[in-house]
């Protein structure tokens, strides 16, 4: 699925100045109206669908509402999501604070129980009261950083946290699948402690993460660091690829679209520290 920023690179519309009307019961109605016209302005957009996908109640009486459009710009079908900002009296895309918060960071849905898999834990006790859900690229150096200090938390506070863990490897890491798919494997052969190898293993030493398209050399640099043997074969099993599949869609359900991203009782936590206020 395309980014929100999508709506910006096709310049389907033009800049959103804040417009007022009286608020009614019946705002959705007139937001979704609002949002038709904006994308339909341009005449090289054929609007197929648009759907309001879920509203969020943000701080000072504001909702966010994420659109799901489907739309045809110069033959190409396009789906993309956008995002309105209301106070109920006046509409804006854009919503900051004045430090710079950007409260598109908050429009996440909340997530269900199906993201709290038992093959999904990591580190925890699933029977905890709080339920912490990461999405993470191995390669991606803001996740190295903060991947271990998490498990570490977690580990160390077992009896309230809980951490499960998705595979999300971006597409600026050419390679950061393969190591995804090397990490799975090594789970099913019962090697302890993956995810936190994989977070520690300082990969960056044996190739350039954001350069290299050598998958071998990849899985060479997880297989020194795991001390397994592992072949481009055996990572390719379908029954890895579908795995690592199934992520990355819990991860467009989500509405994820970056790393690390990390939910604390099924809300997103754009500072990525709220779990500590359980670490005793």
């Known amino acids: 699925m395309m980014r929100l920023s999508m709506l910006?690179?096709?310049t389907i519309v033009s800049l959103l100045s804040i417009h007022s009307?009286?608020?009614?019961?019946?705002?959705e109605k007139k937001l979704f109206f609002y949002e038709k016209q904006r994308i339909t302005a341009n005449p090289q957009v054929q609007l197929k669908d648009l759907k309001l996908t879920f509203s969020k109640k943000l701080e000072n009486n504001w909702t966010g509402y994420l659109y799901t459009i489907s739309l045809n710009f110069?033959?190409?079908?396009?789906?993309t999501n956008d995002v309105l900002f209301s106070n109920g009296s006046e509409v804006t895309s854009e919503l900051k604070k004045v430090s710079g918060f950007?409260?598109?960071?908050?429009?996440?849905?909340t997530l269900g129980n199906e993201y709290y898999n038992k093959n999904k834990l990591i580190a925890g006790n699933p029977n905890a009261k709080n339920k912490l859900v990461v999405f993470s690229d191995p390669l991606c150096p803001n996740c190295t950083s903060t991947l271990?200090?998490?498990?570490d938390d977690v580990k160390k506070n077992s009896s309230s946290l809980a951490l499960y863990y998705y595979?999300?490897?971006?597409?600026?890491?050419?390679?950061?699948?393969?190591?995804?798919?090397?990490?799975?494997?090594?789970?099913?052969?019962?090697?302890?402690?993956?995810?936190?190898k994989l977070y520690t293993g300082n990969f960056d030493k044996f190739f350039d993460p954001y350069e290299s398209k050598?998958?071998?050399?990849?899985?060479?640099?997880?297989?020194?660091?795991?001390?397994?043997?592992?072949?481009?074969?055996?990572?390719?099993?379908?029954?890895?690829?579908?795995?690592?599949?199934?992520?990355?869609?819990?991860a467009d359900k989500a509405f994820v679209n970056g790393t690390p991203t990390l939910f604390y009782n099924g809300e997103i936590d754009p500072t990525r520290t709220g779990y500590k206020r359980k670490i005793k």
């Open 102 to 109: 950007d409260y598109k960071r908050m429009m996440h849905p």
């Open 21 to 27: 009307y009286a608020a009614s019961s019946d705002l």
């Open 8 to 10: 910006k690179s096709l």
């Open 74 to 79: 110069k033959g190409k079908n396009i789906t």
């Open 167 to 196: 595979s999300f490897p971006l597409e600026m890491h050419p390679t950061a699948k393969t190591l995804a798919k090397a990490s799975i494997l090594a789970e099913q052969k019962g090697i302890k402690d993956v995810a936190y």
């Open 148 to 151: 271990p200090e998490l498990i």
């Open 214 to 250: 050598d998958n071998q050399k990849t899985l060479d640099a997880f297989n020194k660091v795991f001390k397994t043997s592992f072949t481009m074969g055996e990572i390719n099993h379908p029954t890895i690829e579908k795995i690592l599949a199934d992520d990355m869609k819990m």
